[in-house]
């Protein structure tokens, strides 16, 4: 299940982290790493996913 986590944070970052966490703080910071540069926004979300 992580490598289609992984597979929609590389496409969508915030759907990767959703999927893993839900609404929640990692959430909201990496909408907002997505809107500041769209591979912060990879990065962070890869990240979460693999931390949890």
């Known amino acids: 299940m992580d490598i ?3 597979i929609f944070a590389i496409i969508l ?3 990767g982290v959703f999927l893993q ?3 929640g703080k990692h ?3 990496n ?3 997505t809107l ?3 591979i912060p926004g990879i ?3 890869v990240w ?3 931390k949890k």
């Open 27 to 29: 959430f909201w910071i």
């Open 13 to 15: 970052p915030p759907l």
């Open 4 to 6: 289609i986590r992984i």
């Open 21 to 23: 966490v839900g609404i």
């Open 31 to 33: 909408i907002l790493l």
């Open 48 to 50: 979460v996913i693999a």
């Open 43 to 45: 990065v962070h979300a």
């Open 36 to 38: 500041l540069g769209y």
